[in-house]
């Protein structure tokens, strides 16, 4: 398969290669992932706010967040709608962009087959088809690495008739990367590795090489310096991820040596023995290449530590060590996404190894048949093929089906969201109703619900089902979701609900109707906190064991109230107004409700001997206030008999 008869044909094949890479990005997009990572839903929170007129340098929440993607996500789902659409656009086009210019970087260093086998391996495989189709800012940061690399001189015989402008685009590519996800920061480290390769070994070519590198450099480094000007005015201390994520880095500073040294033979077995073990990522365990591809990328760095000495080669092996060592000392090893910056490499090297397979295999099949080009051709294109045909067969079953299938992994994603969203859509007739779901998740699948609904009228209320139920104004809906990793209600509904009917169920959900009587109950003024919530009612269930207090705290909106921080508090209290027990919560996300919905607290508490009343009240922990009765109490007492 000479390049001289492979040239003609190449044009044509990237095309080919790059539509693929497309389809396997965009197809399915609401169904893998089945729906919406924690993650990606506190992105959104983050890029909704930017056109708002938030401008940050740099996003402390979540462990520190670098601000240039949020800025292009914010521009997307501007341009596109606030959508699934608008949010996953961004992430799938950057993954397509980032299998061409691996092809470009691969062809640079090694020739056109190499270049071609690399992207055409890259577009159809689980780890960068998993990461093109996450909204995460992880996959952002690979086209601008890959811009940096594409303009490193890399060919030290060749010159450039404008080295200042490439320079400058180096320059803006580095400080993108940067700006972008942590990884970024392993393009500097490249930068200055390289450099000193070439002093050590190209001493020759340095002199031509390091104006161009410091200049990369500095350009980069000045541009993204705000960012770490804010970091350090905002985190004195460092930044939480490094301490979350890193604690072997710890160890090695104390000179404990065994936790890097673990972790970093889990991730350079990560190629064919053992790969991520988290279900957020991967089919847990699954390694990054079946044995057949493996060894193929195992041929290309043997090649590439067999030819060291040769600039394409060092490079290579100085971008793929230092993509790799991050997950040498941060948790969980082999983690796909603490690799991410090796990505690229690790493709260009298992393309190298095809090649030169496919190559040996051509000289084989001239030696013994007659006409032998045309067939060394057909063989050597049929093999290529092949194996990238069952890349893409081990992708559509692995990410597509099975991973995208599992129960956990659905659980992960909020799957039952998506597919509420979808029976929203097909009933029309239902606007108003309320959703359960786990109680860190109240704020998270209102986001959720919100981009993968169509519709645009629905008012969906959110609450806690194992604390509260809510009942909305004018709609008898309730939808339950499973809240427990085995896809299991952990609620019994109908327990709660004496009079609930289920009417629908689907996948992840049950739908009930629910009738209430307490929504007619006239509210006492002098029970309504802030004005903007009225406590209706407070009742004991009966059937309560002697030591325990089962009440029932029956409340009503009056006024929409925008705080996702209040919380009720119910203390137990002796005659003396000593707190035995006490209860603080909410159960409902407040800003999903509305004027004339009402909510129902079930409260267990422990019941001392000397119990005699109840006290309740409102309280924000956030600005450590309580809400006040019309009367400035704070609390109401309610007596136990």
């Known amino acids: 398969m000479k390049a001289r008869v492979f040239a003609p044909r190449h044009t044509a094949l990237v095309l080919a290669v790059l539509l693929m890479a497309t389809a396997f990005r965009f197809a399915g997009l609401f169904d893998s992932p089945p729906g919406w990572r924690d993650d990606e839903l506190i992105e959104i929170d983050m890029d909704v706010r930017i056109p708002s007129g938030w401008r940050p340098l740099y996003i402390t929440e979540a462990e520190g967040h670098e601000p240039l993607y949020h800025y292009l996500h914010a521009a997307t789902l501007s341009l596109f709608g606030e959508n699934a659409v608008g949010y996953k656009w961004l992430p799938m086009a950057f993954g397509v962009l980032t299998v061409a210019l691996t092809h470009a970087l691969a062809r640079r260093l090694f020739g056109a087959q190499p270049a071609l086998i690399a992207a055409a391996l890259m577009a159809v495989s689980f780890w960068p088809v998993m990461y093109a189709r996450l909204g995460l800012r992880h996959v952002g940061v690979l086209p601008w690495m890959l811009g940096v690399y594409l303009i490193m001189p890399l060919r030290l015989s060749s010159g450039s008739r404008h080295p200042i402008a490439r320079n400058v685009v180096g320059g803006?590519?580095?400080?993108?990367?940067?700006?972008?996800?942590?990884?970024?920061?392993?393009?500097?480290?490249?930068?200055?590795?390289?450099?000193?390769?070439?002093?050590?070994?190209?001493?020759?070519?340095?002199?031509?090489?390091?104006?161009?590198?410091?200049?990369?450099?500095?350009?980069?480094?000045?541009?993204?310096?705000?960012?770490?000007v804010e970091i350090n005015r905002l985190l004195p201390g460092g930044e939480q991820r490094l301490e979350v994520v890193g604690p072997q880095l710890a160890a090695l500073r104390q000179g404990n040596l065994l936790p890097a040294l673990e972790t970093t033979l889990g991730t350079l077995g990560m190629f064919t023995f053992r790969g991520d073990p988290e279900a957020l990522y991967n089919v847990a365990g699954r390694p990054v290449f079946d044995w057949l591809t493996g060894a193929f990328f195992y041929t290309g760095v043997a090649l590439a530590l067999w030819r060291w000495r040769r600039v394409e080669y060092g490079f290579t092996l100085i971008a793929l060590g230092l993509g790799l060592a991050p997950a040498f000392v941060s948790n969980p090893p082999a983690s796909f996404s603490h690799t991410l910056a090796a990505m690229p490499i690790v493709y260009v090297l298992t393309g190298l190894g095809v090649a030169w397979a496919v190559e040996r295999g051509s000289d084989w099949v001239k030696r013994v048949a007659n006409d032998a080009g045309r067939r060394a051709f057909a063989v050597g294109l049929s093999s290529v093929a092949l194996i990238v045909a069952m890349n893409g067969v081990l992708t559509v079953r692995d990410y597509f089906g099975v991973w995208a299938a599992d129960t956990y992994v659905r659980f992960l994603y909020h799957a039952p969201v998506r597919q509420i969203a979808r029976w929203l859509d097909r009933t029309p007739d239902v606007s108003d109703l309320a959703i359960s779901t786990h109680p860190n998740y109240l704020r998270l699948e209102t986001l959720a619900l919100r981009f993968d609904l169509k519709r645009g009228d629905v008012r969906p209320r959110w609450f806690d089902a194992e604390l509260a139920i809510v009942y909305p104004l004018g709609s008898q809906v309730i939808v339950g979701t499973t809240l427990n990793a085995a896809g299991e209600s952990v609620i019994d509904w109908q327990g709660c609900c004496p009079d609930a009917s289920q009417v629908a169920f689907g996948d992840g959900y049950t739908v009930w109707h629910v009738a209430h009587d307490e929504r007619q109950i006239d509210a006492d003024p002098s029970r309504t906190f802030d004005q903007q919530?009225?406590?209706?009612?407070?009742?004991?269930?009966?059937s309560a064991p002697p030591d325990r207090l089962w009440l029932d705290v029956v409340w009503r909106v009056r006024l929409q109230c925008l705080s996702t921080t209040v919380k009720t508090f119910v203390h137990v209290v002796d005659p003396?107004?000593?707190?035995?027990?006490?209860?603080?919560?909410?159960?409902?996300?407040?800003?999903?409700?509305q004027p004339g919905d009402v909510f129902v607290q079930r409260l267990d508490l422990d019941r001392p001997a000397s119990a005699s009343a109840v006290r309740i009240g409102l309280y924000d922990p956030a600005t450590d206030s309580r809400w006040r009765l019309p009367d400035g109490s704070e609390f109401v007492t309610f007596s136990i008999p």
């Not at 919530?533 to 009966?542: G, K, P, T």
């Not at 000593?578 to 409700?593: A, C, E, M, R, T």
């Open 533 to 542: 919530l009225d406590l209706l009612r407070i009742a004991r269930r009966e």
């Open 172 to 228: 803006i590519c580095l400080a993108a990367g940067l700006l972008t996800y942590f990884a970024g920061r392993v393009v500097p480290a490249v930068v200055v590795a390289f450099g000193a390769y070439v002093l050590v070994f190209q001493r020759g070519a340095f002199r031509r090489v390091w104006p161009r590198l410091v200049a990369i450099l500095a350009v980069g480094l000045v541009l993204a310096a705000p960012m770490f």
């Open 576 to 593: 003396a107004g000593n707190i035995l027990s006490q209860f603080d919560g909410l159960g409902v996300y407040l800003p999903s409700l």
